[in-house]
Structure formats: C-alpha cells, structure tokens
C-alpha cells in the first residue's frame, strides 16, 4: 500500500512500455520549430560527451534544424577548446545565467558533471525552454523531486538521453519480451562487467566521488536500470543491495595525484599516458590549470568513496524480481542478461571487449528457449556508431523527429527518474544495511 502513490503500473506502462507518450517532445508543441526554422541550441558542460556526441555531430548533421547560439562551462579554457573541437562559431560563457540572458537559447543541453544536472535542468525549465539532460537525470533523491516538480510548474517535460534503448540490440530485447514468447517474467539475471580499462576510467575522475556523480549505481548503472524498466514495462518498488570497494582507491599501494606526475609510472598496472590523446590533451590537460580537473587521475586517491563491486535485488511492479550486479575491474566488457518467464528462458550475452576473438556474428548472442520445447537463436543486426547504434538512432529521433512506434518514444523524467532511484535505493540500502522502498524517496 505505501507504493501507491508512486507506483501506479497502468500509468507507468503508459509511459515505460510507450502506449501513450503525448507530452514528450516527440510529436509535442515542446518541439515546434521556430519561425526560421531552427531551433536556438545551447549546452551547458562542454567536456568529452558535449563536444563528441552533442557539438560537432550535431553541427555537422542537424545544421538545418538547428543554430548553436551559446555553449558554457566554468572552466574559460575548456569551453573554449570545445568551440574549436565542435567547429562551432557561437559566443561561449562561463555563467549560466549570462548565456542564457545573452543569446537566448529554446533548447538546452545539460551534459555537466552528473551533480549538477538538476540545477539547470530546472533553471532551463523555469526559463521555458525544451530540456535535455544527459544521464543520469540526478544523483539524489532531493534532486529528483525538484525536477519532477519543476516540470509540473511549467507544464513541460525533459528529455534524458537514454541512448541504450536506442541500439538495435536492445529493441530487439524489448520487441521479443512485449511479443509474450517467454510469456510474463517472473525473474531476471543480470550481471555488467566494465573492464579494467573503461571500468578504472570512472576511478581516474569525478565519478569516484559519490557528490559528484551518485556513485556508479547512480552513474553507471542508471542505464541498466532504465533498460530493465523499459524491457520489463514494470516499475522499481523495493531494493536491497551489498557493495565494497576491492579493486581501486585506498587498496593501491601507491597513489600521486595524476599519472603524469607518478613515480610509479612502471610498476603501477592501470597507468595512463594521455599524451597520446591529442583530444583530451585539449580538452582536460590544457584547462586543469583552472580547476585541476586531471583526466589522468590516479585510480588509487585515497578520497575515492564510491563502489567497484556492487550487487543488488530489485522488486518490480509486475512481482519480477531482478538479480544485478556491476563490476568495474574485469578482465572483458560487456554484460549478460536473462529472462525467466512462464513459458521460457530470454538470455542475452553482448561481447563489448576481451582478450579473445569474438566474431562480428557473435558480438550479441540471444537465444529463446521455450519450456518443454526448444532454443532458437534471434538474428540480430548490430547498429553502427557509439553505444551499438543508439547515439544516431537517438540524435536522429530527437532532432529529424524520425517517425517511432511506440515502444520507443523519448525517454523522458518519469524513465529518468524511475531509473536513478533504483541506483538512489541501492546507494541507501549499502549505506543504511537495509531493503528501501522506492516510494520513500520522491513523490511522484
Ligand atoms: N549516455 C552516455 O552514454 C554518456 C557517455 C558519457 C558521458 N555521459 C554523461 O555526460 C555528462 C558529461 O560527461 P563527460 O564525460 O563529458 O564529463 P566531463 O568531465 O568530460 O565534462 C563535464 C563538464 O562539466 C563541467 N562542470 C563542472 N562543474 C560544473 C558546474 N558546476 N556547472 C556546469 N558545468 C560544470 C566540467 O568543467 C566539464 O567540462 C555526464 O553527466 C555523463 O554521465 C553520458
């Protein structure tokens, strides 16, 4: 009963399983072209994210649609090495509020560090303007609930950037589950590897601070988290979870502030040259006199509070019980997933990286077994480009409006936030040694 107001499962399929999305930007006034026929577009972060997936493919391919006018970051000589690295020819600020009373954007991104989402995502809403936010939408609870109520203020809703859903692979998955060939899901197995190289990247940066990106429960595994609901069409409503730190942080016997200055550059297994990226060389290593931001950052500071070894079980609306674990030092990247239903078995292994040969046709296996039948193995076409495909399919959706069933409407605050706050319980439930119910975190 204490659910109820925040998990009402006709609503929510509504949303999550895609029946009715009216008020998402897809179709919606929201999205209106202005009068010469380009959106006015700002970004608010302008790091890794904004200039490779939201600035230069975005000038390149959406030019037509869409006119940068303002890009910000605290730090000047990052947003100024983003402009060059965008090939943008916008006015670039240091204050929010100055770029947005300057050059008045209609449409914002928000692709800061993750703790900072929800300030502007609400100041760009009390602005009136059309929202996206990179996730995960927030690193809180406190968080969640200013934004949820600043879209009910303004009569508006966010876009997140879920571009998981957007890969050919993971349609595929849902497509197969909302077909009912395994019938209802009584239970999942979840399991993500993120290996010593990309799993010891989040160590190297803010991510290792849990006031600056929520922990990977809420950083990394928002996406995992958002998946499962929109796979399952099925609301979070209770989490209990175990997590240590094993690998990274205070475990290394030795630590400095960044690669570069160590004297353990030969002895130290996760060193990083960032020499050898001119990019980053811009992008971070030229600004770190401003912010000391080191993209290079040991993997061993002693301040890391955040978990590399996580496990949790989540119950859903629809009496699913998940299974899920994240790991952030292993050998190969990727991830397995597998459905139990009433009448057979989904399961799913996707090889992003290893040290052994995996052909292209193998990259995702998936493969239905019926129960008291036989296994078959689903075709699946992998999509080009970052994230298996999604970040075009999810770029084209949002700026070409491609036309989408459905099941893959944008995702939008209630996926945003549903997916947080499991992480957000999770969190909760390590810290506080006991199962949280989503529904004493916000109300929706
Ligand atoms: N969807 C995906 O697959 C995906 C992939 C990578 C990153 N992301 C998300 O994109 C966002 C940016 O990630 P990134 O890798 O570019 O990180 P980054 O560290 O490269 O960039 C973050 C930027 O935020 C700026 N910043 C710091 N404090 C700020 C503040 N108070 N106000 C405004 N800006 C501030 C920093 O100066 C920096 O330029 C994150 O939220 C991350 O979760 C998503």
């Known amino acids: 009963m204490a659910d109820q107001h925040l998990v009402n499962r006709r609503d929510f399929v509504k949303t999550a399983g895609g029946a009715v999305a009216a008020t ?6 929201a999205f209106a072209q202005t009068p010469a026929g380009r959106r006015r577009y700002a970004i608010i972060g302008t790091g890794d994210r904004a200039s490779g997936m939201w600035g230069r493919p975005i000038r390149e391919r959406y030019s037509d649609v869409l ?18 690295l965008m090939g943008v020819s916008c006015p670039t600020f240091t204050n929010f509020d100055e770029m947005c009373n300057t050059v008045k954007p209609d449409l914002l991104m928000v692709t800061t560090v993750d703790a900072f989402h929800s300030e502007y995502i609400v100041k760009g809403l009390d602005r009136g303007y059309d929202v996206m936010t990179e996730k995960p939408m927030v690193i809180d609870e406190k968080q969640c609930q200013a934004v949820l109520d600043a879209e009910k203020r303004n009569k508006k809703k966010i876009v997140v950037t879920f571009n998981y859903r957007f890969a050919p692979k993971h349609r595929t998955v849902k497509e197969i589950l909302m077909s009912n060939e395994i019938g209802r899901v009584v239970s999942v197995d979840f399991s993500w590897y993120l ?16 006031n600056r990106g929520g922990s990977l429960w809420v950083h990394k595994a928002t996406h995992h988290f958002d998946l499962m609901n929109w796979w399952l069409g099925a ?6 979870a175990d997590a240590s730190l094993q690998i990274y942080g205070k475990n290394g016997k030795f630590r400095a502030a960044n690669c570069r200055q160590c004297n353990y550059k030969k002895d130290c297994r996760f060193y990083y040259d960032i020499n050898t990226n001119p990019t980053r060389m811009k992008l971070y290593v030229g600004p770190e006199t401003e912010d000391n931001y080191y993209r290079d950052g040991c993997v061993f500071r002693e301040d890391c509070d955040i978990y590399d070894s996580m496990q949790a079980v989540v119950r859903y609306s629809n009496g699913a019980t998940m299974s899920y674990s994240l790991n952030a030092a292993m050998p190969f990247e990727g991830y397995r997933v597998a459905f139990n239903g009433e009448f057979g078995r ?6 992003e990286r290893q040290p052994w040969e995996v052909p292209e046709s193998d990259a995702t296996e998936v493969y239905v077994t019926k129960s008291f039948g036989l296994r078959r193995r689903v075709p699946i076409v992998q999509g080009e480009g970052g994230h298996g495909g999604g970040d075009d399919n999810l770029r084209d959706q949002i700026f070409r409006r491609t036309p989408a069933p459905d099941h ?6 209630r996926a945003g936030a549903m997916s ?8 909760k439930s390590v810290e506080e040694k006991r199962p949280v119910k989503i529904s004493e975190l916000v109300k929706l």
């Open 195 to 210: 290996d010593v190289y990309h799993g010891a990247d989040y160590f190297r940066r803010w991510h290792r601070l849990k």
């Open 235 to 240: 609301d979070p409503v209770e989490v209990q």
């Open 420 to 427: 947080c706050l499991t992480g957000i319980a999770a969190r």
């Open 346 to 351: 989904l399961e799913v292994r996707d090889h």
């Open 24 to 29: 998402s930007l897809l179709g919606s006034d």
């Open 408 to 413: 893959m409407r944008l995702p939008d605050s």
């Open 67 to 84: 006119e940068f006018v303002g890009i910000c970051d605290p730090n000047s000589k990052r947003v100024a090495a983003a402009k060059e």
